[in-house]
């Protein structure tokens, strides 16, 4: 039943993407961040859905006759560049070319290009917002399910764990993304339009949080500790934040049991503890790596490769890197690595002149809203990426993509007073004296 629930949905969705390419980016969006389909059973779970929309919704940006032009940003060209330097990385590869790393290849080139595609059809707010709303259902489900999980077991009984074969599948990488996309759902809430969807959210905030908590992740508990106070200083009310914040998580701790408690201590002893101290030898390895090959490091999963590894030092073992940082020096070399800190930040940088450019102009003040909460997203990601290998995770990077095309819409909007004026109205407003859609919003 929840096969052919999953796959009808699919299809109608499939449907409207060989005419709407925005619904394609919609459908992109939902398979990459929480690969519904895998929580089927059934003949949908093996159906290439992601491979489908992609297919249809190509046919639709010849289909659909809106105008649809990539804007040369800050984080666009950094993005261009970066798939032109990995591509040359792995063409000098010391890593064998073996199925798995060619696929990791052509998910990141598949990953950015489907975002630069967003990137040039996020041209109004509603199509921005559906986009977020898209974000916060992918991630906020796991956040629900695992935070409801924490409250049966009593904060024990397991870990959370992730959407099952996506980059976020390890319980670490889980609580991770859930405090990414925390700030976006806050983002949402304060800017829904009816109390309920605010009401609701805030509960589903509050489940996140017991979510990244019962993971067990301590690399997490010192992300969360970045974005709360990060949070806070973005925060306009500072004072009301600071308590709801702050109470939240000190009451969220208290509920965890003496086990989780026990195990967020060893952080304080990390010298002591084996993962610690295998995760800091495989730092060494990947440092060795980009020092030996400088431009082009090693290539995809070259730290996973035991002859690869071998070449650089015998006694570590072969296996994932753990860190954002050395992840990228490792496999493509310090020019990849630079423009991919690039990425990150032009989006800093777009943040900052959406808020600069909004200040007085409140009817732009949702743009400034969600540009700070996208800053405290970026926090999430760069402080909790340290102990993580999520380089090349495309939910991060599609929020990056919301920051430009954000900037861009600000940018225009400026540009045009009248056309402030009408798209300063909530989506759900945003009807003409006709009775019909604005252009704004369609």
Not at 149 to 158: D, L, N, S
Not at 221 to 248: D, E, P, T
Request: a positive charge.
């Amino acid at each position: 039943m929840r096969s052919l629930l999953i796959a009808s949905d699919m299809l109608v969705l499939l449907g409207l993407s060989l005419t709407r390419p925005f619904v394609g980016v919609l459908l992109w969006s939902w398979i990459a961040f929480m690969n519904p389909h895998q929580l089927a059973w059934g003949f949908a779970t093996d159906v290439p859905w992601a491979l489908l929309t992609v297919i249809a919704t190509v046919i639709g940006c010849f289909v659909a006759r809106e105008p649809k032009r990539l804007p040369m940003t800050g984080v666009t060209v950094m993005m261009l560049l970066f798939m032109v330097v990995i591509t040359l990385t792995t063409a000098v590869a010391m890593s064998p070319l073996t199925d798995k790393v060619v696929d990791k290849y052509f998910f990141v080139i598949k990953g950015f290009s489907i975002i630069l595609l967003t990137i040039s059809l996020l041209t109004t707010r509603r199509r921005i917002h559906a986009l977020v709303w898209v974000m916060i259902i992918s991630l906020g489900f796991f956040g629900l399910k695992g935070g409801v999980f924490t409250i049966i077991h009593g904060g024990g009984g397991g870990r959370v764990m992730g959407p099952p074969n996506t980059m976020i599948t390890d319980n670490n990488q889980l609580a991770v993304g859930l405090l990414v996309a925390l700030p976006l759902m806050n983002f949402i809430r304060m800017h829904a339009a009816h109390r309920l969807v605010r009401i609701g959210l805030a509960a589903v905030m509050g489940l996140t949080l017991l979510a990244v908590l019962g993971s067990y992740s301590r690399g997490a508990l010192i992300a969360l500790a970045a974005v709360a106070a990060f949070f806070w200083l973005k925060s306009r009310r500072k004072l009301v934040y600071g308590v709801l914040v702050f109470g939240a998580i000190a009451g969220a701790v208290a509920f965890m049991p003496q086990e989780w408690v026990q195990r967020m201590q060893t952080i304080q002893t990390y010298k002591k503890d084996e993962s610690a101290e295998s995760r800091l030898k495989m730092w060494h390895t990947a440092w060795l790596m980009a020092k030996a090959r400088p431009l082009t490091g090693v290539g995809f999963m070259g730290t996973y490769s035991r002859s690869v590894v071998d070449q650089f030092d015998p006694t570590s073992a072969a296996r994932a890197v753990h860190s954002i940082w050395l992840e990228l020096l490792a496999e493509n070399g310090f020019p990849a690595f630079f423009i991919w800190l690039g990425i990150t930040g032009a989006g800093v940088l777009a943040a900052r002149r959406i808020i600069r450019r909004t200040r007085d102009h409140p009817d732009l003040a949702w743009c400034a809203d969600l540009a700070r909460m996208t800053q405290v997203s970026m926090i999430a990601y760069v402080v909790g990426g340290t102990l993580l290998s999520l380089s090349y995770w495309d939910f991060y990077f599609t929020v990056l993509g919301v920051v430009t095309a954000t900037d861009v819409y600000v940018r225009r909007a400026l540009a045009s007073p009248d056309k402030v004026r009408a798209q300063a109205l909530p989506p759900w407003r945003q009807v003409d004296t006709a009775g019909g859609a604005t252009a704004a919003a369609r």
